[in-house]
């Protein structure tokens, strides 16, 4: 059954598709709890910790904290969200937008994001086709979305995210799963590291101003081991490029100027593209070389 399941599923692209998509939409809806609840952990965390080092006695909590306990709430009325109010995107039209409880206008944010995972998705499996590499980069894709988020939300990049992404990239090279050899795939997560490290040291120097954090220089170190070291000029001009793009939009349509952006998300978003598209990136712009 299961391997007939399989076959069908690699000999059918369209199936494995909407397959892709309904699971992009499932762990998007993941995505949210992780995107809201982990920076709330981390900082839990910090604090704990800066008690210890003071001796100071524990804070006083609501109790465990995680991705999975407590139950989803209403911050206002407290009402907790039932699986069927948690189908993505469904449950949210279902419900006009609004808490059942208290008829609190819930963002659109959720949604988007569900079918934004559902999209990256459903273009993966259309792009990669069936087999274990569309695991991994599906893996990469749900992580790079939720490191985004976080980092326009907070200017934080989880060591959490950063470090399962590279750890991944890095088991796919040395599995032979991965295009990228294994000597590429570490001597990428090197110099994607060291690379940015350079540019916030000259540019601290230079300025006496930090321009990016060290989350950066660990998202692009795990970027590396996924493409190769070859790929990450690409992925630092397409985060300039992205970057750019998202700043003229900002001021076109919202009219708004941030003093600081995080390039989180940006770098993460090159890095995507990169993977999927690097290849032809790079083919077409040595092709303009040799018209």
């Known amino acids: 059954m ?8 690699s000999s059918s692209p369209t199936l494995l598709i909407g397959l892709c998509v309904v699971m992009g939409l499932l762990v998007g809806s993941f995505l949210n709890v992780v995107i809201h609840r982990l920076p709330l952990m981390m900082e839990r965390s910090w604090k704990q910790e800066a008690r210890e080092v003071l001796e100071l006695p524990a804070e006083e909590t609501d109790g465990i904290f995680n991705l ?19 189908i993505p995107v469904l449950s949210w039209l279902a419900l006009r937008g609004k808490c059942r409880g208290c008829k609190t206008p819930i963002s659109k944010r959720y ?3 569900e079918i934004v995972s559902g999209i990256l998705a459903g273009l993966c499996a259309w792009h990669f086709g069936y087999g274990p590499w569309l695991a991994f ?8 979305l939720a490191a985004a988020m976080i980092d326009a939300d907070t200017t934080l990049l989880p060591d959490t995210l950063n470090y399962w992404l590279l750890w991944a ?3 796919a090279a040395v599995t032979g799963v991965s295009p ?11 110099m994607g590291y060291l690379s940015l490290w350079s540019i916030y040291w000259l540019f601290k120097l230079i300025t006496g101003k930090e321009g990016m954090g060290y989350g950066d220089f660990k998202l692009l170190a795990a970027l590396g081991a996924w493409v190769g070291w070859q790929y990450l000029p690409v992925i630092i001009l397409l985060s300039s490029i992205v970057g750019l793009v998202f700043a003229i939009a900002m001021m ?4 708004e100027r941030r003093a600081q952006i995080p390039f989180g998300p940006y770098l993460a978003t090159a890095g995507w593209i990169a993977l999927l598209w690097g290849d032809s990136i ?5 092709g303009m070389f040799k018209l």
């Open 252 to 255: 076109i349509f919202s009219g």
């Open 2 to 9: 299961i391997s007939d399941s399989l076959m069908l599923l």
């Open 137 to 144: 980069t599906l893996f990469a894709t749900w992580v790079l």
């Open 180 to 190: 990228v050899s294994l000597n590429d795939a570490v001597i990428g997560a090197m």
């Open 111 to 113: 949604p988007i994001i």
């Open 68 to 86: 999975a306990t407590p139950r989803s709430r209403c911050p206002k009325c407290g009402h907790a969200i039932r699986w069927y109010e948690n």
């Open 282 to 286: 790079v083919s077409s712009y040595l």
């Open 169 to 171: 990239g890095l088991l």
